[in-house]
């Protein structure tokens, strides 16, 4: 019993001894957690900060500043804009080398680039006997269908057109449009050219059957050229042939002339100009570049020829193909005129016959005979001088009728005996020079003929050099004064579509079109006026005009439409009617939108009342053209619209 109550009271002791034990151990427990999370987050917070800075010390060696750097945990995060993406690249490289790259976050972004500039449009139009074919970048799909509509126009077959253009899908630039439509319309004129076209410019190379066809394309592409487009035009006209192959050339007090010159080549024209420079040549001379040379050293004989006028001091050289006339001045030494003559029988390539001359004129001499002619500015011609026969009267003035017409031949010959052989033969090759001239005259003598006078054509000295040479013969002798009047080229006096808004514009200074009131007919009195324009407008082909009615504002709106439209159509369809080529031209009623003065008073009213001739921009055409293939399936009516405009 007492052992038991003594275990007993033991036990009591030892539970008593557990509970603070128990406490102790727990309180143990949860010190060591907690001492043990502060390691472990100072530990972590050592391994961010040791790996953020051994990652930026690495990107700063990279001179890679923009990079910004922080860690949690174990991940390295890398911030910032990158100046390329290849910059965010290498930055995530160089941090990746440092530590595990998948412990590498890229929250980087990459700066913004600057747009794409536009690319350079461009496009090449070659068009020849065997089609059309295109090639370039034009802006949009849009804008190509326009140009591929146009060309099947011009190719004529869909299998002669060749579109190797591509697109791109920007803007357009400004002045594509203008450049674009103003080419178009200039290539519609050339059968055989390439135009290049880039924005605000246009360059055409082309060809044209004839010198004249080459200056009335220039000067109309010239005259038709966009405000703000930039023109560059080469066209060229296919080599003449020059029968005879001709050149005269006279010195006189020590002055070199050319009468006319021809040449093979451009190098061999350049040292004919060289040999006469030396010879007494001043200011600028044309010689002609044609086919029909009789020799490759057709350069070499004119330059011997040239040196033998200058050794004589005076007189004429004439070649005609491979003949040479040498006439020296009158009376001159004999002994030099022998030296310089075999001089160039010696130099003279083996082709080439040279026949010289000497003239010697005796002291009272008898008068020799003589025929003249003179062409009027009017085209009247006088004929005066000798002649043996009747017949020979009578064949000479029905020839000039039929040079010159036949109510423009006043005949003053006369009979005359003892006149030399062929004399006839000379007067007729003497008017046949006449005429290739706008007026001058004619002097016909047994030695010489002299032609002189004034000419449109630049060729026109040539022109007559080769008539003589032809008609006359070998060694004939002739004196040419053949002056070139840039007046009197019809091609080069046309005049510009500014020039021609200006001078309807002046005749309109004058005089009003009037209209009855209230109507769309003409009155009266506007005939006159609308006969001057259509004068003015047929030596202006080609420009495209829009012929604009305006009205006042009395009325309603919609009338006043109506009414300048007809008023336009009246004077469209009254410039037809006096033989004007209207097919450039347009009738477009305004109504009363657009007033130049005040229409609360009764002058005002008057000058709104108008009708207004204004130039039509290619810019305006093109994109015009532009927007009807916008509209999609509108397109064929759109086209109907603007048939019925052009017809009306």
């Not at 427990?29 to 930026?56: G, K, P, Q, T």
């Not at 109506?562 to 009246?570: E, G, I, K, M």
């Amino acid at each position: 019993m007492t052992l038991r109550t003594s275990l007993s009271s033991a036990g009591s002791k030892l539970s008593a001894l557990r509970v603070p034990l128990n406490l102790a151990m727990i309180v143990a427990f949860v010190s060591a957690a907690i001492l043990s999370a502060v390691a472990a987050y100072f530990s972590s917070l050592a391994v961010e900060r040791a790996s953020a800075a051994a990652v930026r010390d690495a990107l700063d060696d990279k001179k890679m500043a923009w990079v910004e750097v922080y860690a949690e945990g174990l991940n390295v995060f890398l911030t910032g804009i990158a100046p390329q993406e290849s910059d965010r690249f290498i930055a995530l490289s160089v941090a990746g080398s440092v530590v595990d790259s998948a412990r590498v976050i890229d929250n980087m972004d990459v700066q913004a680039s600057v747009a794409l500039a536009a690319p350079k449009f461009s496009i090449e139009i070659l068009r020849n006997d065997s089609g059309v074919s295109l090639i370039g970048l034009v802006p949009e799909e849009n804008n190509r269908q326009v140009i591929l509509r146009r060309m099947r126009s011009l190719a004529g077959d869909d299998e002669k057109l060749s579109d190797f253009m591509e697109v791109a899908a920007h803007p357009v630039p400004t002045g594509w449009n203008q450049a674009l439509g103003f080419a178009i319309e200039a290539l519609e004129d050339l059968p055989r050219a390439k135009v290049s076209v880039e924005s605000g410019a246009v360059t055409i190379t082309a060809m044209a059957e004839s010198p004249e066809d080459k200056i009335r394309l220039e000067n109309r592409i010239s005259s038709r050229t966009p405000a703000g487009v930039s023109l560059d035009i080469s066209i060229s006209s296919p080599l003449p042939v020059i029968t005879p192959f001709t050149l005269r050339a006279k010195l006189e007090d020590d002055e070199f002339q050319f009468d006319s010159c021809s040449a093979d080549t451009t190098a061999a024209r350049d040292e004919i100009l060289a040999a006469a420079s030396a010879a007494g040549l001043s200011g600028e001379a044309e010689c002609q570049i044609g086919l029909g040379v009789p020799t490759p050293r057709w350069s070499e004989a004119a330059k011997v020829s040239i040196a033998a006028l200058k050794g004589l001091g005076g007189g004429s050289v004439t070649i005609s193909d491979a003949d040479i006339s040498l006439v020296s001045a009158p009376n001159m030494d004999g002994a030099r005129f022998d030296r310089v003559v075999a001089q160039a029988k010696k130099d003279l390539p083996d082709v080439f016959t040279l026949h010289a001359t000497l003239p010697i004129i005796e002291d009272g001499e008898t008068q020799i005979p003589e025929f003249s002619a003179t062409l009027s500015p009017e085209g009247l011609v006088q004929l005066r001088g000798k002649l043996g026969t009747d017949l020979s009267r009578t064949t000479i003035r029905s020839y000039a009728q039929a040079r010159f017409g036949s109510d423009s031949i006043y005949d003053a010959t006369r009979l005359a005996e003892a006149l030399p052989i062929g004399w006839a033969n000379r007067v007729m090759a003497g008017l046949d020079a006449l005429s290739e001239l706008h007026n001058g005259a004619m002097n016909v003598t047994p030695d010489l003929i002299e032609i002189s006078g004034q000419s449109g054509r630049q060729d026109a000295g040539t022109r007559v050099s080769q008539v003589l040479a032809l008609k006359l013969g070998d060694g004939a002798q002739f004196d040419l004064r053949v002056t070139y009047n840039e007046a009197l080229n019809p091609l080069a006096s046309l005049p510009t579509p500014a020039e021609c808004i200006a001078d309807i514009q002046a005749t309109q200074a004058d005089g009003k079109i009037v209209f009855e009131p209230g109507k769309g007919a003409l009155d009266s009195s506007a005939g006159p006026i609308l006969d001057q324009i259509a004068e003015i407008l047929k030596a202006c082909s080609g420009i495209r005009l829009q012929i604009q009615g305006h009205t006042d504002s009395q009325g309603r709106e919609s009338m006043n439409q109506a009414l300048s439209q007809n008023r336009a159509q009246s004077v469209l369809a009254a410039l037809r009617e006096r033989r004007v080529l209207t097919g450039n031209f347009e009738a477009v009623g305004y109504g009363e939108s657009q007033p130049i003065a005040d229409n609360e008073t009764e002058e005002g009213r008057e000058a709104n009342r108008r009708i207004e001739f204004v130039l039509l921009a290619e810019e305006e055409v093109s994109e015009a053209e532009v927007a009807t293939d916008a509209e999609g399936s509108d397109t064929a009516e759109t086209e109907e619209e603007e048939t019925e405009n052009v017809e009306n």
